[in-house]
Antibody, heavy 118, light 111 residues
Framework: EVQLLESGGGLVQPGGSLTLSCAASGFSFNSYTMNWVRQAPGKGLEWVSVISFNGRSTYYADSVKGRFSISRDNSKNTLFLHMRRLRAEDTAVYYC???????????WGQGTLVTVSS | QSVLTQPPSMSAAPGQQVTISCSGTSSNIGNNYVSWYQQLPGSAPKLLIYENNKRPSGIPDRFSGSKSGTSATLGITGLQPGDEADYYCGTWDASLSAGRVFGGGTKLTVL
């Protein structure tokens, strides 16, 4: 059974930093592209970032480019999102999502809440 | 504002059927597969439909997907109270650097 378990969320002040983790199990982690998707309170889904199976290619939404960094450790089946210079508008539940086929997300974690507030 | 347009809300009675639309352009829906996700209250999204009309194992055939031109549709028949959720379409958009986009979501109320 595929499982994705996010952790690392919490309360952080504007301008601060935070690193999210996503522990994966139940599939060959090193064979799949992985993503972060976020959802602000009461709002829709917003794609944030993607990393290729081998970590060599990464892309970001314009809203986080230059502030967030995605990485993975295939030896530990773990995905990361390093977030810095956080803003109030980054407040959201952050989901890690496994990508399959033509850009669809077949498995999602339960999410971790990041709150940016003073 | 998403590049994919969905109606913000819809409602229908139990047992009825509903269709949720997702409108795009030639740079996204017109030339790429569409997927659909269900998000029950307080839960993570779940894949309902991929590659326009395919259902993952475990998704009942009450859920269906179709695509025509630059629009896609999610159909739900035999509505149940448990279908009350937010529904999102997703696809690839060639005009964006990483391409992955979602619609704004449709809140379905089962009356």
């Amino acid at each position: 059974e595929v499982q994705l378990l996010e952790s690392g969320g919490g309360l952080v002040q504007p301008g601060g930093s935070l690193t999210l983790s996503c522990a994966a199990s139940g599939f060959s982690f090193n064979s799949y592209t992985m993503n972060w998707v976020r959802q602000a309170p009461g709002k829709g889904l917003e794609w944030v970032s993607v990393i290729s199976f081998n970590g060599r290619s990464t892309y970001y939404a314009d809203s986080v480019k230059g502030r967030f960094s995605i990485s993975r450790d295939n030896s530990k089946n773990t995905l990361f999102l390093h977030m810095r210079r956080l803003r109030a508008e980054d407040t959201a539940v952050y989901y890690c999502a496994k990508e399959d086929g033509d850009y669809y997300f077949d498995h999602w974690g339960q999410g971790t809440l990041v709150t940016v507030s003073s | 504002q998403s590049v994919l347009t969905q109606p913000p809300s819809m409602s229908a009675a139990p047992g009825q059927q509903v269709t949720i639309s997702c409108s795009g352009t030639s740079s996204n829906i017109g030339n790429n597969y569409v997927s659909w996700y269900q998000q029950l209250p307080g839960s993570a999204p779940k894949l309902l439909i991929y590659e326009n009309n395919k259902r993952p194992s475990g998704i009942p055939d009450r859920f269906s997907g179709s695509k025509s031109g630059t629009s896609a549709t999610l159909g739900i028949t035999g509505l149940q109270p448990g279908d009350e959720a937010d529904y999102y379409c997703g696809t690839w958009d060639a005009s964006l650097s990483a391409g992955r986009v979602f619609g704004g979501g449709t809140k379905l109320t089962v009356l």
